[in-house]
């Protein structure tokens, strides 16, 4: 048995995580700050759900809290640290900077320095597919240079990476991030589309579809995501040997550190995903066709080769066979 901190455990992929680790026979220690970005009674049922364990424990607690992070790690010897916790949303750091700096900058800096502190064995931290930016190259590789963030939300996560590797690189940390494409599912987080589609079609309300549905997203279940998670932390990361200064490797490093795509390397045109949906709630949708909003990618498409090279694993659910799970989640947990 392992003893995991994962922080954002009352968040959408943290909740499932833990729910897989425990599964496992590993203890897990939950934390989050339960805050309102999103509904928190949603929150406070994945955590309810948890609680049945006997190997789940669970603290509130912001990362941004030096002092409440530096006790949890000197009361708890973690073997691993999965970092999930954060400001999620691009378009919500459009209009509120100073809560992605609190919690992925100040917040990720305590996780780092618990870490260091403590010597856990690894660290795997969420990053996101919004760190390609402006890129234009497909699919998108971890090998190629990500320098052009078009969110904050994007920026923090950047940011995230090159401290992570700031760590590995200084103390020796092994550090392993994340970059997870459009993630779906039951339990799913209520900002999304495929949860604010749900809903407005139930309820013979229009949706907004920005780019005028010509957006294309890889959308990727959760259970993938929970199962590359599970299965990059069993793969602590080593110094490539081939690594050089003179054509630095993005993706890798002297350091024991390294970046993987998690995503389902097939994207979907976002009509073709309206229709999923419409065909799962048989119903149709009123659209109300929108431009791109700021901070918005056309396209996002992940490049897996190293992840199905390291660690034997592609993510494949159908958007077909994904949607309908979380609509018959969604009418079950609303009584619909």
Known sequence: MMKILVTGAAGFIGFHLSQK?????????????????????LKEARLASLKQHKD?????????DKEGIEKLFKDHRFDMVVN????????????????????NIVGFTNILEGCRHSQVKHLV???????????????????DNVDHPISLYAASKKSNELMAHTYSHLYNLPTTGLRFFTVYGPWGRPDMALFLFTKAILSGEPINVFNHGKMRRDFTY???????????????????????GENPDPGSSKAPYKIYNIGNNNP?????????????????????MLPMQPGDVPINYADVNDLMQDVDFKPNTPI?????QFIDWYRDYYKI
Request: with cysteine; aromatic share 10%.
């Open 21 to 41: 680790l425990l599964a496992k026979a590993n203890e897990v220690i939950g934390l989050d700050n339960l805050n309102d970005y999103y509904d928190v009674s």
């Open 56 to 64: 789940f424990s669970f603290y509130q607690l912001d990362l941004a």
């Open 84 to 103: 999930l916790a954060a400001q999620a949303g691009v378009r919500y750091s459009i209009k509120n900077p100073h809560a992605y700096i609190s919690s």
């Open 125 to 143: 931290f969420a990053s996101s597919s919004s760190v390609y930016g402006a890129n234009t190259k497909i699919p998108f590789s971890v090998h």
């Open 222 to 244: 959760i259970d993938d995501i929970v199962e590359g998670v599970v299965r990059v932390m069993d793969k602590i990361p080593e110094s490539n040997s081939n690594w050089s």
């Open 268 to 288: 979907v045109e976002l009509l073709k995903f309206i229709e999923v949906i419409e065909s799962c709630l048989g119903m149709k949708a009123q659209k109300n």
């Open 320 to 324: 077909e066979v994904g949607v309908k």
